[in-house]
């Protein structure tokens, strides 16, 4: 076998990277394309997403606690001798105490074929909003910031960021187009632990379910209820799933009935069929918003008051969030903190002693 210099695996890596840049790898035979995705699961914390991931890529894997940010790839084969599509799948943990770790998956050269994946808790309701809204502006505001860099460093190419973001493929009889904030990458919500939802009571599933609609449209993006216990429910969440890692046909159910698990593709749905905000002892002309999506706001916080943030600072260190816990080395240092406590009070009465000698 002949030796490969070091300049030509250097010249091999630049072609590679050219490769990419210019709209895909091919495989080594020089045949057909390997399409390569990426996508971006995350969510609230101890939602499942790790259970919905490892249903999805079938495999029969205990989900363990995921550590800040973990990658896992899966792929596909397109038919009989013919190379395999391989998606690059980031899950981040934590909830959103972790969300400036998005800019990890989300760079120049992954934005052009990124999806994004936000698993919902609904079995935690009053959570529910603030995880939404704080995971997709830290996610939009990178995804913005990656699109200029992008931009600036081809100057005089007008480049198309992302080649199939929700904004540019929306067709022009997609429904409320003009009202709607389509979100730069296409985008999955996934409302988690359905098994525990179905025994709310009515009212409040409307509520969730209505609200969770509102927002799904919104950013032009897809919705579906899942639960790991219900085959059936992970067989359609899979078809999703699917869909965006390697742009396999999704299924064409819809269900909107607030009572069932949701299943709505995204440009299925129209603010005319979902309506107003629920009312349940809520008296909408008393509240003040600047815009619809601030009115759903403050009505579903009306019925499910945000849960206190003092938790979510506290857990800021994740050594202190017990998902991270490590029993032998935790105890360790718990027992090293208290001996630098002890050197601490002790150097204080020392250096008090000689102030007063003085």
Not at 15 to 20: I, K, L, N, Q, T
Not at 44 to 64: H, Q, V, Y
Request: proline content about 7%; hydrophobic content about 35%.
């Amino acid at each position: 076998m002949p030796k490969i210099s070091s300049d030509t695996l250097w010249e091999l890596a630049a072609a590679e990277v050219h490769s990419r840049e210019s709209g895909g790898a091919e495989d080594g035979d020089g045949g057909e394309a390997v399409n390569e995705r990426t996508v971006l699961l995350m969510g609230s914390k101890a939602g499942g997403k790790t259970s919905i991931l490892l249903r999805c890529l079938d495999r029969d894997e205990l989900s363990k606690p995921t550590l800040a940010l973990e990658y896992t790839f899966g792929r596909r084969a397109r038919g009989h001798n013919t190379p395999k599509d391989i998606a690059h799948l980031w899950e981040l943990g934590g909830g959103t105490s972790l969300s400036d770790l998005v800019q990890i998956p989300i760079t120049p050269v992954s934005i052009s074929c990124l999806s994004v994946i936000l698993v919902l808790d609904l079995s935690k309701p009053n959570a529910l909003w603030g995880t939404m809204e704080k995971l997709l502006q830290a996610a939009q505001a990178h995804l913005e910031r990656t699109s200029s860099q992008v931009q600036k460093s081809k100057p005089g190419v007008k480049h198309q960021t992302p080649s199939h973001s929700a904004a540019r493929v929306l067709p022009k009889d997609y429904p409320d187009r003009e009202l709607i904030s389509p979100f730069p990458v296409p985008l999955l919500i996934i409302g988690s632990k359905y098994d525990i939802f179905q025994e709310f009571d009515s009212d409040k599933k409307k509520v969730v379910s209505k609200t969770l609609r509102f927002i799904a449209h919104y950013y032009a993006a897809s919705l579906v209820f899942t639960g790991i216990k219900s085959e059936s429910l992970i067989s359609k969440t899979k078809s999703f799933f699917l869909h965006l890692a390697f742009g396999l046909e999704r299924g064409k159910t819809v269900s909107s009935d607030p009572l069932k698990p949701l299943i709505i593709p995204a440009g299925s749905d129209s603010f005319g069929q979902i309506g107003s905000p629920p009312t349940v002892d809520v008296d909408i002309t008393s509240l003040h918003a600047k815009n619809p999506k601030d009115l759903w706001k403050k009505v579903y916080e009306r019925v499910f008051p945000p849960e206190s943030t003092s938790e979510q600072r506290e857990l800021k260190d994740p050594a202190k969030d017990p998902q991270y816990s490590e029993p032998q080395i935790d105890a360790m240092r718990a027992q090293r903190d208290q001996e630098l406590e002890q050197y601490k009070r002790n150097a204080a009465k020392s250096w008090k002693g000689l102030e007063l000698e003085t």
